[in-house]
């Protein structure tokens, strides 16, 4: 069964630091992968975009990169800001019958305090 | 223009009864998805349609649960005979297109359904 794990599950840090976040997934075959933000009860809203040859890839204070060898890719938030605080899901489209099927990690919840 | 808008936002509901979920797209988009979001659960895939045409039913979890799309653009999910598991937020999602660019275009979200089931 196609997965997308994500870690950590939360994490809380102080207002103005870095953060990491990391996704892991083992889809076959693999298109592209997103990161998505998710505010509380809201959808979740598109940040960046990853293709199978692309590394590194920046929007603002969010950079994504991918090793697609390894099948990982991280989330990179510089100077966070208190509205950062939502949860950040890895999505991982996976070809299925001539379409393209988004795959969901569980997210990785993040709390901004100031 | 507007987004992708669900109704009801809310809905408490009996078990055993039936219920209906709306989702209108953004206009244009001939892609549009069903998700299911469980308190403190990643997004789990219902339904997928391209334009009419549902070519992948797979994550429907029973037979109680069914969608449809008219005119290419208002989708409705039904739910008949509610359990409690069914409660959940649910999630409609619809894009450009999905094959033709190797599923590439983001996917715009509502802000969901919440159902309760008591």
């Known amino acids: 069964k196609n997965q997308v794990e994500q870690s950590p599950q939360s994490l809380i840090i102080l207002e103005g630091k870095n953060c990491t976040l990391q996704c892991n997934y083992t889809v076959s075959p693999f298109s592209n992968l997103r990161w998505y933000k998710q505010d509380t009860g809201r959808g979740p809203v598109s940040l960046t975009i990853m293709t199978f040859s692309e590394n590194t890839k920046s929007n603002g204070r969010y950079t994504a990169t991918l090793d697609a060898d390894t099948k990982q890719s991280s989330l990179h938030i510089t100077a966070s800001q208190l509205s950062d605080s939502a949860s950040y899901i890895c999505?991982?489209?996976?070809?299925?019958?001539?379409?393209?099927?988004?795959?969901f990690g569980r997210g990785t919840s993040l709390i901004v305090h100031p | 223009g507007a987004g992708v808008s669900q109704s009801p936002s809310n809905k408490v509901t009996e078990k055993g009864k039936d219920v209906e979920l709306r989702c209108d797209p953004i206009s244009g988009h001939t892609a549009l998805y069903w998700y299911r979001q469980s308190l403190g659960q990643g997004l789990e895939f219902l339904i997928y349609?391209?334009?009419?045409?549902?070519?992948?039913k797979s994550g429907l979890p029973s037979d109680r649960f069914s969608a449809e799309r008219t005119g290419g653009s208002v989708s409705t999910l039904t739910i008949q005979r509610t359990q409690q598991e069914d409660s959940a937020v649910y999630l409609c999602a619809s894009s450009p297109r999905n094959s033709g660019d190797r599923g590439r275009s983001p996917l715009h979200f509502g802000n969901g359904t919440r159902l309760t089931v008591t």
């Open positions: 999505v991982v489209s996976v070809a299925s019958g001539g379409s393209y099927i988004p795959t």
């Open positions: 349609f391209q334009g009419n045409s549902a070519p992948d």
